[in-house]
């Protein structure tokens, strides 16, 4: 009934014994309550949020459902274990391509210890989460039936330059992602970034709640940007979503606005929105030279 995560590329994985999430056939997530009182504050959290009227339901439809909590076989085999019942976002797609971008300039939260708060700061300073507000943690890439998923490891991930973010975030919406060095020509950008219902008005629509929002402070959340390559080939709807994941570490607003995320998310979509503008610009650099007057340079009578 229960199995490993399929398409999970970032956070604890289910692998060489260690205990990680679940997902069934019925589009459940099973995330294990981590034993450091993480797991807790994650449970804690969703049953305060899934009742707070406060928070509109157009921003609901950024979190993932709660189902509320259950007890497990762990899957390293170690007994027993409260799990968090989720809805599995990726239920239902193929073969997804995904982003999963830990937002933020800094992902420690006051109250933490000084040993916690020293490995966020290393990690932080090694990644682009001070340089830009936001890091890549993990991803993949649907390139196609040959080549599979793009999937580069976390090592390779953390080492992420800001052109390498610039690049990926290109690449991602790109029909030749596998081409070798070629540059992403970016072709499907309008239909997965733009739109009325594309990536970058699902993030404007959070930046807004965020703008106002004095409820919760998210610390070291992510956002999961997903969308199906093969939708967009065949000329259907991508199904493009953004999603909020990863709630440990949230703390109560207390009448302020939550500046760290805001200020990340802020970066991430302007980073998107180079990308629409360069590739809306080619598209019509196309158009034109497609209709100049064809010259004839031949010599005749």
Known sequence: MFKAPEHQVAGHLVSDGKLGPL?????HF??????????????????TFSSDTRVPDHIRRFFPVFYGSQLLEASNGSGLCLHLVLQDIVSGRINPSILDVKIGSRTWYPGATDDYIKKCLEKDGRTTTVSLGFRISGLQLYEGK?????KPGRKEVQSFTVDDVRSVLRRFVSSNSSIGNEKPDCSFAPSIYGGSTGILEQLLELKAWFEDQTIYHFHSCSLLILFDKESVLKGSTPAAQVKLIDFAHVLEGKGVIDHNFLGGLCSLIKFISDVLSDSNESSITANV???KPHVCTCNGN
């Open 23 to 27: 997902v069934d056939d019925s589009g």
């Open 30 to 47: 099973y995330k294990p309550l981590q034993g450091d009182g993480r797991g807790s504050k994650e449970l804690a959290f969703f049953e």
């Open 146 to 150: 040959e080549s599979g998923f793009w």
């Open 289 to 291: 030279e497609s209709e």
